[in-house]
């Protein structure tokens, strides 16, 4: 039995939501071959940091390329479209064909059935995130065999919105919990002054940077009472525009102007790795966003939280908008003051409940390490097709 882990991503965000599964896979002494699949060096090297000497003893690592001609397709779109991503499925179909189960955290891997006709490759999402944006409950998520998801919240959402069959979904916490456990966070205060993080979201119909991102930096500029962290999805600034295929709208988060650069109380991140492994959630004492899941990785200790809707949101009573339940919704950086002030008063008297609650419906958490419930799963999957291909009946010559 070969089960496949892929990360096809340019950024590195994904991996800690699935490989994770594979390490406990290989720990718990899985009795076949595992293989973690990656697109790029950049994945590579995380891949390699996390696993560490796990690969290349009990987890096997395969490099995927890009055909000569892929590469200059990419070359000339990938400033706007994921090109490499999605032409890397076509130009590697015989690994994909030689496993009998892959493990995905995204949705672009269901090319493989879906064009390229590879209806026996059982296919697992693992999901990454718990948020609410509603792409995480569109009717792809039926095409997989098999769907992880963190708690009954995603549980439910698949069932009603996606058309997902409740016996191909298994609730088992959530993986990347385990890995913050293990390495930490890479972050610390530079001083004593109350840590804000502003994580605005990529896509540009949903984020509050387009509108309002800079404004928010000016008021931190203006306002050095509090260190803000400044550290928006990882994909905001990784290509010159952002296109997304939710609701298609194509924006320029531009580039961050040198006034920003000269003040004491603002860290600005990217796309580091710090940016993927929570360390700036667990490090900040406010959070600030928008649209982002992350925010309930914040919540994993509850803390206040400040929401700028920067298009005039009829958010209450929609799921997709269920996070802005769990701190005051602002319209425009010129509350941003005032609601910071009452921040702390506002998460002691009305929200902390709130978040509690919130977080113990997107998080089935029973004590037991996520990526090893996960990896029971996948084992248990595995052998129940071992054993339905070993019943297949063989026919025998007369």
């Not at 939501?17 to 899985?30: D, E, T, V």
């Not at 919240?153 to 996606?162: F, G, N, Q, S, T």
């Not at 008021?219 to 260190?227: A, K, P, S």
């Amino acid at each position: 039995m070969r089960i496949g882990f892929l990360f096809n991503h340019d950024q590195i965000h994904q991996v800690a939501h699935s490989l994770p599964i594979a390490m406990a896979l290989a720990k718990g002494g899985f009795d076949g071959e595992i293989i973690v699949a990656t697109a790029n060096d950049r994945l590579a090297a995380e891949v390699k940091r996390l696993a560490g000497p796990l690969l290349g003893s009990a987890i096997q690592h395969v490099e995927l390329k890009l055909a000569a001609r892929s590469k200059r397709i990419t070359g000339l779109l990938g400033g706007l479209i994921p090109a490499g991503k999605l032409l890397l499925y076509r130009d590697n179909l015989n690994f994909f064909r030689s496993l009998d189960m892959l493990v995905v955290a995204e949705k672009t891997s269901l090319l493989l059935k879906t064009r390229y006709g590879l209806d026996n490759l059982f296919m697992v999402h693992t999901r990454h995130g718990a948020g609410d944006r509603a792409i995480g409950f569109d009717p792809a998520s039926a095409r997989f065999d098999h769907v992880l998801c963190s708690g009954g919240k995603i549980r439910r959402r698949l069932i009603v919105e996606a058309g997902v069959d409740p016996e191909t979904i298994s609730i088992v916490g959530y993986p990347k919990f385990d890995m913050v456990r293990q390495t930490g966070r890479t972050y610390h205060s530079i001083g004593e002054r109350p840590v804000v993080l502003y994580n605005p979201h990529v896509s540009p119909h949903l984020s509050s940077w387009y509108r309002h991102g800079r404004a928010v930096l000016d008021h931190f500029g203006r306002h050095d009472e509090r260190e803000l962290i400044f550290a928006p999805h990882v994909m905001l600034f990784e290509r010159p525009f952002v296109l997304t295929i939710d609701r298609l709208t194509v924006n320029r988060a531009g580039t961050i102007e040198n006034r920003y650069l000269h003040g004491d109380n603002i860290h600005f991140d990217l796309g580091s790795r710090a940016s993927t492994d929570m360390s700036y959630t667990m490090a900040a004492d406010i959070y600030l966003g928008d649209a982002s899941s992350q925010v309930y990785e914040f919540l994993l200790q509850s803390r206040p939280c400040i929401f700028l809707d920067s298009h005039g949101t009829s958010w209450q009573g929609d799921p997709n908008f269920a996070h802005w339940q769990a701190g005051e919704v602002i319209t425009h950086p010129d509350q941003l003051g005032e609601a910071l002030d009452r921040a702390n008063d506002l998460h002691r008297d009305k929200y902390r409940a709130v978040q509690e609650r919130l977080f113990a419906e997107s998080f089935d958490l029973d004590g037991r390490p996520s990526s090893e419930r996960a990896a029971e799963v996948i084992a248990a999957l595995a052998e129940r097709r071992r054993a339905s291909r070993n019943a297949r009946p063989t026919v025998q010559a007369a």
